[in-house]
């Protein structure tokens, strides 16, 4: 039975978004394999910034040399230089940083730009998320595609078990994520503009952007320019269980972003029974196949028109996005991620 070390820097960071929840779920998981020995490591403080990536290369290789780790999974897109030896398996969650530089702090682009060419060149095996995002990755480090392999996420049971609970008064569309530029706020904020006078409902955006990035000042005219009692901003959510009681008060869900290498969101609210809207783009194409209603998020009027569509014939996907919600699940995911292991401790 090989020992296998996890990499749980990201676990300690204060707020939780889908990055942090993909390691703890898979990690959980793992933990009850009866196949190998897993060894879930993390930093005894907050780790968002410096002090996480100075435990990971300082602290950590030591770790892995205690518990005689066989290999180390590193879940969130860094590595540590020096591993004594040890073979590494690593996600590479997206590369956004790259194809939209303006959303991010020069610091940020910087570090990563660094890092995701030391995980491809450090790691045995890289882990893409999504068909869609390997090829990106393929793109960019032609040199290591072969070390290429896809584990797509998943979505917790607790979300198929959402019961419907529209709120008295307005009905609403929602948005969950990150509200930095990529994620395309100003583009929603426009569409619902122009729906406003044509539907009832409220938005309502849930999520902060976090300290990498740069904000949009276009954001604050548009929330100012849509009337107080239509429009809800409700920030970072820590707690799961209120945010899937928030799926379940939607009548819709609204995703236009940019750039997405899965779009867990879009999953959830599938799994939920939430109708839902979002951007053509390939990596939301593989999540929701046939299932949602899709828009171009560079045009804030075919936002607006799935909006519509959405609102007055989107609940006849719903049962049909459930089912194809059940094909992604954290069990599989964790699984996946396990073969991948074997693949690189057989050849060891």
């Known amino acids: 039975m090989a020992t296998i070390v996890l990499n749980g820097r990201i676990c300690a960071h204060a707020n939780v978004s889908g990055a942090e929840r993909y390691a703890s779920n898979v990690f959980s998981r793992l933990q009850n394999s009866i196949k190998h020995r897993y060894v879930i490591v993390r930093p005894k403080h907050h780790s968002i910034g410096w002090k996480g990536h100075a435990w990971e290369q300082t602290v ?13 999974f590193c879940p969130s897109g860094s590595v540590p230089l020096v591993t004594g ?3 590494v398996v690593a996600t590479v969650l997206d590369l956004s940083f790259r194809w939209f530089p303006g959303a991010y702090r020069l610091a940020f682009r910087a570090f990563y730009r660094m890092m995701t060419g030391l995980v491809m060149y450090k790691a045995t095996r890289v882990v893409s998320i ?6 990106r990755i393929s793109e960019v480090y032609a040199r290591n595609r072969q070390k290429l392999r896809v584990v797509r996420l998943g979505v917790a049971e607790e979300f198929f078990s959402i019961q419907p609970n529209g709120l008295s008064g307005r009905p609403n569309i929602l948005y969950v994520g990150s509200t ?12 619902f503009q122009v729906v406003l006078e044509k539907i009832p409902h409220t938005l309502r955006i849930v999520g902060t952007a976090g300290p990498q990035f740069r904000c949009d000042p276009a954001v604050a005219r ?3 320019a849509i009337p107080p009692d239509r429009l809800e901003v409700v920030g970072y959510i820590s707690d799961e269980s209120r945010l899937r009681e928030l799926y379940g008060e939607a009548s819709l869900f609204a ?3 940019f750039y997405e290498a899965f779009g867990l969101p879009v999953l959830e609210a599938m799994a939920a029974g939430v109708p839902v809207v979002a ?3 390939p990596a939301l194409r593989e999540v929701g196949g046939d ?9 804030p009027r075919s936002i607006a028109e799935a909006i519509l569509d959405g609102v007055s014939g989107g609940a006849s996907l719903v049962d049909h996005a459930k089912k194809r919600a059940r094909e992604f699940t954290w069990d599989k995911c964790a699984a996946s991620l396990e073969a991948v292991f074997d693949e690189v401790l057989q050849t060891a």
């Not at 950590?60 to 180390?72: D, H, N, T």
């Not at 299932?291 to 045009?299: G, V």
């Open 60 to 72: 950590l290789p030591g770790i892995c040399r205690r518990e005689k780790a066989a290999l180390l």
């Open 85 to 87: 030896g040890v073979p």
């Open 130 to 135: 999504s068909e869609g995002e390997r090829t």
């Open 180 to 191: 930095n530029p990529r994620k395309n706020i100003v583009g929603l904020l426009q569409a």
């Open 222 to 224: 548009l929330v100012h």
């Open 255 to 257: 995703f236009p972003s």
């Open 279 to 281: 951007s053509d783009i």
């Open 291 to 299: 299932c949602i209603l899709y828009c171009q998020p560079q045009d």
